[in-house]
């Protein structure tokens, strides 16, 4: 007597038991991937803001939130190798990880020096880059073969 064969869902019917069940919710975290989208790509280009803590807030608020968000950043050649790499190993690239660092060490502590006549800012400054710093240096490192043979050499800066 032969088994049944089980049942399998249609990956469009997997990914949208992810979405969180209330509207409310989804609208909320919707609004907040997008305004972490705007600031992560807004922190490719300004100084102070980071790029890549940014860009994973964003994808995790997509994912409860919209596939459809949530795929297109998976499927973005410079964010997509960091989202799936943070997604399915928690962890980022090491070059990714050393490039993050020492672009916002510069970048802060160029603005460090333009706020010299501020004490209490470029103290805020030195606490967001320590802990920031901190936080990306203590993550895992991991490079999978097929997500980094994807990846491009301004993936690393962001």
């Known amino acids: 007597m032969q088994e049944p064969a089980p049942v399998t869902e249609s990956p469009e019917k997997l990914s949208s038991t992810r979405l969180h069940a209330s509207p409310t919710v989804r609208w909320l ?5 997008t305004i972490a989208l705007i600031l992560g790509i807004a922190g490719a280009f300004l100084p102070v803001l980071p790029t890549t803590p940014f860009i994973l807030l964003a994808a995790a608020c997509y994912a409860k939130a919209s596939e459809r968000f949530h795929q297109r950043l ?4 410079t964010f997509g190798p960091t ?18 660092i020492t672009m ?16 209490w800012l470029q103290l805020l400054l030195a606490t967001i880059a320590i802990s920031v710093g901190t936080w990306m240096w203590r993550l895992p490192e991991h490079t999978d073969p097929e997500i980094s043979s994807s990846s491009t050499p301004e993936d690393a800066s962001r």
């Open 29 to 33: 975290l919707w609004t907040t991937g």
């Open 74 to 77: 998976l499927n973005h050649p």
């Open 83 to 100: 989202i799936r790499n943070w997604e399915q190993y928690r962890s980022i690239a090491p070059r990714t990880k050393k490039v993050a």
């Open 104 to 119: 916002m060490t510069l970048s802060i502590g160029a603005s460090i020096y333009v706020v010299r006549e501020y004490l």
